[in-house]
């Protein structure tokens, strides 16, 4: 297939689906983790529902953060922040365990 990258750019960016910052990432062929999001108990969110429907249902007042480690998850998503695509498991290893001088 003969596609430029400047097509296939302008595809992703008509689907609407992606951000400017996710097209850039594909297209420089790194991943790109989606942005964790606040959980609120007072927003309608599926996570924060859920919680709220079980503390319905077995009567206990449990919040985002009971469940919910962000910082945590903030270190999951750094650590996978800008992997190239692609690897292998001994490369993708390799990138997690590279400081971030080293990392491609």
């Known amino acids: 297939m003969k ?6 750019k302008k595809d992703l960016q008509g689907r609407g689906a992606f ?5 850039e990432s594909l297209m420089l062929g790194l ?11 007072s927003k309608r969110a599926t996570f924060v529902d859920t919680i709220k429907d079980l503390n319905t249902e077995l009567g206990t007042h449990y919040t985002p953060s009971e469940v919910f480690d ?3 998850m903030k270190k ?4 996978w ?7 292998g498991e001994v490369l993708r290893n ?4 590279a400081t971030d ?3 491609m």
């Open 70 to 72: 962000e910082d945590f």
């Open 94 to 97: 390799h990138q997690f365990l």
């Open 31 to 41: 991943y790109m983790p989606s942005d964790m999001k606040e959980l609120d108990m």
């Open 76 to 79: 999951i998503e750094a650590k």
């Open 81 to 87: 922040d800008s992997i190239p695509l692609g690897l």
């Open 19 to 23: 951000s400017k910052k996710e097209i």
């Open 101 to 103: 001088l080293y990392r």
């Open 3 to 8: 596609i430029s990258e400047s097509n296939i």
